[in-house]
C-alpha cells in the first residue's frame, strides 16, 4: 500500500492513478503559485520610484545651478544623476512586473550613481587627487550617509534570495 501525492488516501502499491482523484502517481507535479504577492518587493520598488523621484528633482537643481555658475562639472553630475534614476525607476517598474532583468537594469544604474556620488563628493575641484574639496570635509559623510548609504542598502536588500525569487 502507498498513499496519494495529491490527496493521500491509501491506495495499492502498483497503481498508476489514485483512486479517488485520478492523480498520476508516476509524475509529481509541482505548482508554482505566480498569483502570490511580493509585498517586500513592491514596497522595496515604491520607496525606489520616490527617492528616484527625488534624486531627479536634486539633479534638476544641480542643473540650474550649473547654468547659472557655468560649472561643468555640476552640469554632468545632474545629468547622470538623472539618467541612473530614470534607469533605478525602469529597474523597478521591471521589478513590480516581476522580471529579473529589472534587478539588473536598477543595479547597474544604482552602481553608477553610486560612483558618480562618490567622485562628486571627492575629487569635484580638487587639486590633490582623492580627498574632499574645500568645504566638504565634513559634508563628505553627511552626504554619503544620506544619500550613497540608502542606495547601497537598498541594492544589497534587492540581491536577497527571499526578494529575488519573485523575480523570473
Not at 495499492?12 to 502570490?36: L, S
Not at 525607476?89 to 544604482?110: D, E, H, N
Request: hydrophobic share 45%; proline share 2%; aromatic share 12%.
Amino acid at each position: 500500500m502507498k498513499n496519494c501525492i495529491n490527496c493521500n488516501s491509501s491506495m495499492e502499491a502498483t497503481a498508476h492513478f489514485c483512486p479517488e482523484c485520478g492523480t498520476n502517481q508516476g509524475v509529481k507535479v509541482v505548482y508554482i503559485d505566480r498569483n502570490d504577492k511580493p509585498v517586500g518587493l513592491i514596497v522595496l520598488c515604491v520607496l525606489t520610484i520616490c527617492g528616484s523621484l527625488f534624486t531627479i528633482g536634486r539633479a534638476i537643481i544641480y542643473e540650474l545651478f550649473a547654468a547659472i555658475t557655468e560649472d561643468e562639472g555640476i552640469a554632468t553630475r545632474g545629468l547622470i544623476y538623472i539618467l541612473t534614476s530614470v534607469g533605478t525607476i525602469i529597474g523597478a517598474v521591471l521589478m513590480i512586473s516581476r522580471k529579473l532583468i529589472g534587478l539588473y537594469i536598477y543595479s547597474v544604474s544604482q552602481v553608477i550613481y553610486i560612483i558618480t556620488l562618490v567622485i562628486a563628493i571627492y575629487t569635484h575641484n580638487s587639486e590633490t587627487g582623492f580627498v574632499p574639496r574645500n568645504g566638504l570635509a565634513d559634508m563628505s559623510g553627511i552626504m554619503i550617509f544620506y544619500f550613497g548609504l540608502p542606495a547601497l542598502i537598498f541594492l544589497g536588500v534587492y540581491w536577497l534570495k527571499d526578494i529575488r525569487k519573485y523575480l523570473y
